[in-house]
């Protein structure tokens, strides 16, 4: 039995897919025949295509409300239709609680919750509309699950925004589903930026059980599958994209003997290595320094 997934005549909506996990996931929909139209402040360095198609562009502000009601009209007025919209543009720098004001921590949450917000708000009419109704997926990030210092606004508007499609998802059952993507860490063009060589993002990757980063495209696979037909029961679900998550730093803690039920005597087992330490780079940075790599990937919108 075939389980190709067709959204042939669908449309999808997918926000900063200019680049990283969001050309991925737009990827993933245009070879799975589906049109796509991406959004970001600035167009991609190339057109963004697969299966011989590419996704059409629109520059768009996600933070400027006005604009993002102005994009959806204008989308409605030229297809009339919109099956799936994915809030993927979000990220942030590096940076500590103590290190910037209130306003900079703002303005993370203002992309990462309140755009995605904005735009399914924008959207509603149309994502209902549809023949077989409309789904929204939420990118959001392990980060929003556990402690994520460094990052902590971002893991809280992660965190809200799980919160935000639960509750978006009973408000408008039946005619729209809405769900989330928890992502870990995904290979993108700026791997490099938080994990150093090919020898860092190797190391990276043994930390995460099914030992490597995840590839955009599989992703996007799992974008596809939530937004098809074969997903069509499936609605305030939160999908786990991680690899498998992170092993229990305390597991790693010391070299201990374990005894199990079967054993007849303890024995020795060797901690794990420790994950890198890599340089990071912000634009408010002077200089590199020295930090533990956070537990996302940054994208932009």
Request: proline share 7%; with cysteine; aromatic share 4%.
């Amino acid at each position: 039995m075939s389980l190709a997934l067709d959204l042939s005549g669908r449309l999808a909506v997918v926000t900063g897919g200019t680049r990283g996990v969001g050309a991925g996931i737009a990827r993933a929909f245009l070879r799975a025949g589906a049109e796509v139209v991406i959004c970001a402040r600035r167009p991609p360095d190339a057109p963004v295509a697969a299966a011989g198609r590419s996704a059409r562009f629109r520059p768009l502000d996600l933070r400027d409300q006005a604009a993002v009601r102005a994009f959806f009209a204008r989308l409605a007025d030229e297809y009339g239709r919109l099956d799936c919209l994915v809030n993927n543009a979000g990220g942030t720098p590096y940076r500590l609680l103590g290190e910037g004001g209130t306003e900079r921590h703002a303005r993370v949450v203002a992309l990462n919750l309140l755009a995605p917000l904005t735009a399914s708000l924008a959207a509603y009419e149309l994502l209902r509309g549809g023949p077989a109704g409309g789904s929204v997926l939420m990118i959001g990030s392990v980060s929003g699950t556990r402690p994520s210092p460094g990052t902590a606004a971002y893991g809280a508007a992660k965190a809200g925004l799980d919160h935000l499609a639960r509750s978006m998802a009973v408000e408008w059952a039946p005619d729209v589903r809405v769900n989330t993507l928890v992502l870990g860490m995904v290979r993108t063009e700026l791997a490099a930026l938080h994990c150093g060589d090919e020898a860092g993002i190797a190391a990276v990757g043994a930390t995460v059980p099914l030992g490597r980063l995840a590839e955009p495209a599989e992703i996007g696979d799992a974008c596809v599958f939530l937004a098809s037909d074969r997903a069509a029961y499936l609605t305030g679900a939160s999908l786990l994209v991680h690899g498998g998550g992170e092993r229990p730093a305390f597991l790693d803690a010391a070299t201990v003997n374990h005894r199990t039920v079967p054993d007849a005597a303890p024995v020795n087992r060797p901690t794990a290595p420790d994950a890198a330490t890599v340089n990071h780079r912000t634009a408010s940075d002077a200089a590199p320094v020295n930090r533990p790599i956070p537990p996302h990937t940054t994208k932009d919108n």
